[in-house]
C-alpha cells in the first residue's frame, strides 16, 4: 500500500496508535488471565443430615477434592463419614449442632 505527501503521517500515526491500543489489550488480557489462574477454588458443600449417612453428597465432596478443589464439607456429625472423605488433604469438615430436639415428657 503506498500512500503519498500529508496522508503518509496520518496514516503511520494511525497504525502506531492501533499498534499501541493492540500491545496494551494484549497486556491487560495476559495480566487478568494471570490473576484467575492464581485465585483459589473453594466450594462448601452443605448437608441437611448426617454427613456420615450422606453418601452422595461426601462423594460429590470428594470428586470436587479430586478436581483441584479445597473443599469444606458442612453437616451434622452424629456419625462418622468414609475414611476416604476424612482423610483427603484438600476436604475441611465442620460439624453443626441438629436444629431439631426431642419432644420432652409433659408433666404429669
Known sequence: LVVEGSMAGAFEALLVWLLAVCLI??????????RAHHR???VSVVVVGD?????RMCNHALCLADDGWDVTLVG????EPPVRVTSHPKITI?????SYR???????
Open 40 to 42: 483459589p477454588r473453594r
Open 76 to 79: 451434622y456429625g452424629e456419625s
Open 25 to 34: 489489550g494484549l497486556a491487560l488480557r495476559w495480566s487478568a488471565a494471570k
Open 51 to 55: 454427613l456420615g449417612r450422606s453418601p
Open 102 to 108: 426431642l419432644p420432652r415428657k409433659p408433666k404429669a
Open 94 to 98: 465442620r460439624h453443626v449442632a441438629p
